[in-house]
């Protein structure tokens, strides 16, 4: 099973930036799709943004012109630019990676948490 594990949040103004950086033990560019998920208090998770193998990218609604997603492969790295951020953003950020011909077919980090605050 792919290991992985986030890093980078943090308590930022509103209108600023995070980078959110998950780091996974296997290529990033093999791994069916990668992406971001977010749980704010009392919350179910949401899906924040996604990029799949073979490059294709999708972001929830509520973010679109504001995160983007990326991917290193040399570095087995995933990131979340995060920009303008709202207060709304605040939550707990997880990497999952979704391989669905492997059992388990979820990985997901510990999380790490946002907080958007003045």
């Known amino acids: 099973q792919v290991q992985v594990a986030e890093s980078g949040g943090g308590l930022v103004h509103p209108g600023g930036s995070l980078r959110l950086s998950c780091t996974a033990s296997?290529?990033?560019?093999?791994?069916?799709?990668m992406q971001w998920y977010r749980q704010a208090p009392g919350k179910g998770r949401e899906l924040v943004a996604g990029?799949?193998?073979?490059?294709?990218?999708e972001y929830a609604d509520s973010v679109k012109g504001r995160f983007t997603i990326s991917r290193d492969n040399a570095k087995n790295m995933l990131y979340l630019q995060m920009n303008n951020l709202k207060p709304e953003d605040t939550a707990v950020y997880y990497c999952?990676?979704?391989?669905?011909?492997?059992?388990?077919?979820?990985?997901w980090g510990q999380g790490t948490q946002v907080t958007v605050s003045s």
């Open positions: 999952n990676a979704h391989i669905p011909w492997e059992d388990p077919s979820d990985s």
């Open positions: 990029i799949m193998s073979g490059g294709s990218i």
């Open positions: 296997r290529s990033v560019s093999t791994i069916y799709v």
